[in-house]
């Protein structure tokens, strides 16, 4: 089986194909169909029976019996059909929240490299989104300068969200969301152009 390169739709296929490869012996319906024109083959020949307590009760027992049985196959068929549905609505959920992964994955690494480039500590960032929702990330640094000017709270908030650990000092954790959003780790001396980013 070829990989599915993230492909969702690909991946939902391969899923289904390994659901039918492993879901046991499934129902005959063929044989279902000649058993049930074999009893009516049967009830036909009901009437051939002696009047002894009177055909038609025999009848209508027996059709009773069956009904009974069909109707509870029904409810086994539709029980496994609304477990058949829950199982489509998870692997969609899935394959919705792993398509969104994916989209701000792609989108944070062109972030991370037009952060890169930047030459002045006042140049605005492009911004990160939530690597988990693919939506903006509340608070998000303007400049590079901004990571300097948040306090315990919001750089621990910006690391978490980012996916980034929060051990360490202050200084450590600005390094790391500078590393995080695509800047250097340490700023760039001054030039005559004015200071790094």
């Not at 492909?7 to 046991?24: C, F, K, R, V």
């Not at 009177?54 to 609304?82: C, K, S, W, Y």
């Not at 919001?154 to 980034?164: F, R, S, V, Y």
């Amino acid at each position: 089986m070829a990989a599915a390169d993230g492909d969702p739709l690909q991946m939902n296929a391969q899923y289904q194909e390994i659901l039918s490869a492993t879901a046991g012996p499934q129902p005959n319906f063929e044989a279902m169909n000649d058993h049930v024109q074999g009893l009516g083959e049967q009830l036909q020949r009901c009437s051939n029976l002696p009047t002894v307590r009177g055909p038609a009760a025999l009848v209508q027992i027996i059709i009773a019996h069956m009904d009974g049985r069909f109707n509870r196959v029904d409810t086994q068929i539709d029980q496994v059909n609304t477990q058949i549905n829950q199982v489509n609505t998870r692997l969609n959920t899935g394959f919705e929240e792993i398509r969104q992964r994916l989209d701000a994955s792609e989108q944070n690494a062109v972030a991370r490299v037009q952060n890169s480039l930047l030459n002045h500590r006042h140049e605005t960032l492009t911004p990160l989104v939530n690597p988990l929702t693919n939506g903006p990330i509340a608070n998000f640094p303007i400049t590079s300068a901004h990571i300097d000017e948040l306090d315990l709270d919001a750089i621990n908030l910006q690391l978490t969200t980012l996916g980034k650990s929060i051990v360490g000092n202050m200084p450590q954790k600005r390094q790391r969301l500078r590393i995080a959003i695509g800047l250097t780790p340490t700023r760039r001396t001054v030039t005559t152009t004015g200071t790094g980013a």
